[in-house]
């Protein structure tokens, strides 16, 4: 069954309306006969112009939307769904607002950062849908704070069963000292090799043919420790590569809004 996203919100609400949106746009194109040469300054052309214009707008509008906690206008969810539907049919509208004509200016420029920002915004949707937890900021509906706790909480039981043994209450404390990551750039591969409660776990596995009922439990316990922390690395992974994408997509949209007013004042400067 298909897993309900922003991809498939309300039965694909907002790709319905971006297809009838572009369907329209498609077919006005075609059926268009100006007395010039299709582009821009066509009458057809300054109406694409004003709604990918207006496209634009909506999608900046989505940065306020995410910070306004208490709105009422739509759910999160929907206006992301928006965005990225709409986002991509305006790859649509404003290649049909300029007619396929391209050159060294301002106007190819805007064009030009348009289709770079919706290239980055089908770079974010892969990051989002292959990690789906970031959209809620928790893993496995927990927030990190209270996976810690787990953590914490498995470290004491383990300490409890390694009572009155020196050796075994020694590996648990090491253990319990794990970072997530020992090194920043560790980050962007999810992956620890200085580990202490993998090396703890591999220490247990060698003393595996003396064990007792304890150490058998507390050899459970850190392996389900280790999981736990892999699972915890690969979701600051996927959240430090999208905090790194939106370093790109955010800014870039900045500079398009900058750009397409530039477009629109010299367009109407030299009417
Ligand atoms: C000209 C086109 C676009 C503009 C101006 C634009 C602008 C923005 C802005 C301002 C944000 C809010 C970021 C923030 O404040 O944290 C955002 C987020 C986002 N955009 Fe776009 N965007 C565009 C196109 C697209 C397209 C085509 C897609 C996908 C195919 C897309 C996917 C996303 C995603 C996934 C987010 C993240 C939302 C979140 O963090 O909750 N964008 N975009």
Redesign the pocket.
């Known amino acids: 069954m298909l897993q309900d996203n922003?991809m498939s919100f309300q039965r694909f609400r907002y790709a319905k309306w971006a297809i009838a949106l572009l369907v329209l746009c498609i077919a006005l194109y075609v059926l268009d006969n100006p007395p010039i040469k299709p582009g821009g300054g066509t009458v057809l052309g300054y109406g694409l112009g004003t709604l990918g214009a207006l496209?634009?707008v909506f999608?900046?509008?989505?940065?306020?939307r995410?910070?306004a906690y208490a709105s009422r206008m739509g759910t999160?969810r929907g206006w992301?769904s928006a965005?990225?539907?709409?986002?991509?049919a305006?790859?649509v509208v404003a290649t049909l607002h300029c007619g396929f004509e391209f050159g060294w200016n301002i106007h190819t420029f805007a064009y030009a950062?348009?289709m770079a920002?919706?290239?980055?915004?089908?770079w974010?949707?892969v990051?989002?849908l292959h990690q789906p937890s970031?959209?809620s900021d928790r893993l496995d509906g927990r927030t990190l704070d209270q996976i810690a706790q787990d953590l914490r909480d498995l470290d004491d039981r383990c300490r409890l069963l390694a009572q009155d043994r020196p050796t075994l209450l020694a590996l648990v404390e090491e253990s319990s000292g794990a970072q997530i990551f020992s090194l920043r750039r560790q980050r962007l591969t999810g992956r620890n090799r200085h580990c202490a409660t993998a090396r703890v776990l591999a220490r247990l596995r060698v003393v595996g043919d003396q064990a007792d009922a304890s150490s058998n439990e507390i050899y459970t316990l850190q392996f389900r420790r280790l999981q736990q922390l892999k699972r915890i690395r690969s979701y600051v992974r996927q959240r430090t590569l999208?905090e790194i994408w939106?370093l790109f997509?955010?800014p870039?949209?900045?500079a398009?809004?900058v750009a397409l007013t530039a477009h629109i004042v010299s367009v109407f400067f030299y009417w």
Not at 59 to 64: D, K, R, V
Not at 83 to 88: E, I
Not at 117 to 122: F, W
Request: glycine content about 10%; proline content about 0%.
């Open positions: 922003f496209l634009i999608l900046l509008l989505l940065g306020m995410k910070r999160l992301l965005h990225v539907y709409l986002g991509l305006l790859a950062l348009t920002v919706i290239i980055s915004g089908i974010g949707v990051l989002y970031l959209m999208t939106l997509h955010v870039m949209s900045i398009l809004l």
